[in-house]
């Protein structure tokens, strides 16, 4: 009988918390969700309700406020008390559960953007949310773990790292322009042409260290750009590459308006580029966790470990018989092959490549989004991506700001004085990085407490 009366005022408690939820989400999302507005054929304004829409997100918070109070929080307590009466010792790890489960939270998020945003913005207005804040951060995610291999891992300073970008964008817009090859035969191709410019940059500085290594990284990116300007047979200059194909699904449907088999053409969808934006968003996501993969498996092999020696101390390097001729070699060819992957989508996604995009503020930008994330981290690198990439682009949706400093005001131009005191002030407070972590791959598990005696011996 009291466990019936303990069950029922659990229930009013979540039926009471979920009409709270209901209610809190309701005034949020009214002005957001349930009302539009959009611009008629007289170029007026006017709105329109979704109030379906709006009942959605209202129904959700609530059914999810009830499950929680009602059953998981439950559940979860009968469980601690269960392993207090069973003397099973409580341990923590000192993370919150946000902590505990931040890559798969952020995976989850990620996953659900395109679609969350076609929701609250509609199909074309989703468009500049999924390719300014979407796809363009998660390029330089994927640029910023590729030069992390060659920075972070195996402490080797470049400081023209766009140039293997560079190859991959014009290997793609070059070959598939004059051969007619598919995105998925040149996606590979261009990294791997990358990886080969990245192997004869390699050869030149395999003697060279610190300074002498950044001047003659930021030499071979010079170089590249401007033999992109002047080998105007082949590059067109200054002009650029335009009419780039776009990607297909796979070779099943295609994106251009005209193709028989256009992906809204066999969907019967309406006709939007927001479609392929979306598309790109997701491939570019598989790209960025297929970069993450290999990243973590490569770091616990011997090569990771390699490069982590390396990056400590290249004379003991060699001391212990590691051959630091492949170890640098092997960090600049995988470093350009994920420069030249990104490279390739961001031509098919540009449809147009000048040398324009590949100048030395690119190299500069990737390499603050390593720094400042941490050298070695993918989380805070990716950290950082977000907060100066994302940024950016807040800075150009800032109209506002005119009203203050004046109708001559360009945000992008302060984008450069941001970026300097942004490394400033991370350099002061967090001088590894939002989450910079330099610990070795292998490590003693335990310590272990050594003798005098034995140290003297010369065993310790």
Known sequence: MAQSSDNNSLMAQAAKEALVAAAVSFGLFILYV???????????LV????????????????????????????????RKRDK???????????????????????????????????????TQGSLKYVDNFGIQILIYVMLAWGLNIV????GLLDLGYVAFYAVG??????????????FWVLLPLSGILAAFWGVILGFPVLRLRGDYLAIVTLAFGEIIRLVLINWTAVTKGTFGISGIPKASFFGIWSF????????????????????????????????????????????????????????????????????????????FAIGAMIGGFAGAFFATRQGFVSP??????????????????????????????????????????????KHVFGPDFTPELYRMLLFGLAMIVVMVFKPRGFVGSREPTAFLKERKAVAGSFTKEGHG
């Not at 920075?151 to 195996?154: E, I, Q, S, T, Y």
């Not at 964008?169 to 598919?182: D, K, R, T």
């Not at 324009?356 to 390499?367: G, K, N, T, W």
């Not at 390593?370 to 682009?393: F, K, N, Q, R, W």
Request: hydrophobic share 55%; net charge positive; proline share 2%.
């Open 151 to 154: 920075v972070g891992l195996a």
């Open 47 to 78: 709105w329109r309700t979704r109030w379906g829409l709006l009942a959605v997100f209202v129904v959700i918070a609530a059914v999810s406020r009830f499950l929680v109070v009602g059953f998981i929080k439950p559940h979860l307590d009968k």
């Open 256 to 331: 251009d308006v005209g193709a028989a088999n256009n992906f809204t053409k066999a969907w019967g969808l309406s006709m939007s580029s927001a479609y392929y934006k979306i598309f790109l968003f997701y491939l570019i996501l598989a790209l960025c966790m297929l970069t993450a993969y290999v990243t973590i498996k490569l770091r616990r092999m011997p090569i990771g470990r390699a490069w982590e020696a390396l990056r400590e101390d290249e004379i003991a390097c060699r001391s212990l018989g590691i051959n630091t001729v492949t170890t640098k070699l092997t960090a």
């Open 169 to 182: 964008a014009y290997s793609y817009a070059l070959l598939s322009q004059q051969f007619g090859l598919s």
């Open 34 to 44: 349930g009302i539009e507005t959009y611009q008629d054929i007289n170029n007026a």
């Open 356 to 401: 324009e995009s590949f100048v030395f503020l690119e190299s500069a930008v990737i390499l603050a989004i390593v720094v400042l994330g941490g050298m070695g981290s993918l989380t805070g690198i990716a950290i950082a991506a977000i907060v100066m990439v994302g940024g950016t682009e807040l800075l150009r949706e800032m109209e506002f700001l």
């Open 84 to 122: 207090a009466k069973a003397g099973i010792p409580e341990v923590s790890d000192g993370k919150n559960f946000f902590q505990r489960n931040f890559l798969k939270i952020a995976l989850i998020g990620l996953l659900i953007y395109p679609p969350l945003s076609v929701m609250l913005a509609g």
